[in-house]
DNA sequence: CTGTATCCGATACGATACTG
DNA sequence: CAGTATCGTATCGGATACAG
């Protein structure tokens, strides 16, 4: 038995988590993944409950992760394209196993649920 | 192009990513993955900073979704002994992968993250 | 169009104390 | 030991309005 004086730490995808499955990234990633490089407002229209706020944050936690890059076009009006990097692209064949898991397993989560509000 | 009107849940892995990678879950289930069967004492001071409350929430939303079972001895004083279940295991080998990416793309994101604050 | 600024409410978490 | 109850707080996200 390994012991630890550190156990949060001691989970050792904690800190990928927090970087992959902060709250939107996966919706934005998504988008940026299935549609390709696209504008502020074509991602906000995507995700249509997010607010111009809270996108902008996202995005810009993105950027400095490197997962996203975003490019200026100083026209009138001023365009800006959003597209995800390699490193970003590098999430796919999770999101895939993921997506995989959720096929197979999610309707056995609701299962287990019914069963447990039946009592 | 695909279109949709409800882009938020047009992100296919949103209510996996609801369930597998809220708080708290991910060190839970790494717990009882690694150290096995354990009392509810045993895994609080393994997340040392987990308060009883947020654990017993935790443990019951987990319960609940048939993730990890609990198991009450009725004895004094009283034992309560929490497992994974082979549906909590199934979620092994996507965790064992996002690990790898971890281990491979992270200090690719501590990079950018560099660059980035370097402006 | 692409954001920023402000305010606000909900939620979730931690601290603490207490019970069977 | 295994929780529950209560309280205070902090953070985050949404709504709205506005700027370059």
């Given at each position: 038995?390994?012991?630890?004086?550190?156990?949060?730490?001691?989970?050792?995808?904690?800190?990928?988590?927090?970087?992959?499955?902060?709250?939107w990234t996966?919706p934005i990633l998504?988008a940026l993944?299935?549609?390709?490089?696209?504008?502020?407002?074509?991602l906000?229209?995507?995700?249509?409950?997010?607010?111009?706020?809270?996108?902008?944050?996202r995005?810009?936690?993105l950027?400095?992760?490197?997962?996203?890059?975003?490019?200026?076009?100083?026209?009138?009006?001023?365009?800006?394209?959003?597209?995800?990097?390699?490193?970003?692209?590098?999430?796919?064949?999770?999101?895939?196993?993921?997506?995989?898991?959720?096929?197979?397993?999610?309707?056995?989560?609701?299962?287990?649920?019914?069963?447990?509000?039946?009592?």
């Amino acid at each position: 038995m390994i012991e630890t004086d550190d156990p949060e730490l001691a989970c050792p995808i904690a800190p990928a988590v927090d970087l992959v499955f902060s709250r939107w990234t996966t919706p934005i990633l998504w988008a940026l993944h299935t549609y390709g490089r696209q504008r502020f407002v074509q991602l906000e229209r995507r995700l249509s409950s997010i607010t111009p706020k809270v996108l902008t944050q996202r995005l810009r936690q993105l950027e400095r992760d490197g997962l996203v890059t975003r490019t200026y076009h100083p026209e009138v009006p001023p365009r800006v394209e959003y597209e995800i990097t390699p490193l970003g692209q590098s999430l796919a064949p999770l999101f895939a196993g993921l997506a995989d898991w959720a096929d197979e397993n999610l309707p056995k989560v609701h299962e287990a649920r019914a069963v447990f509000d039946a009592r």
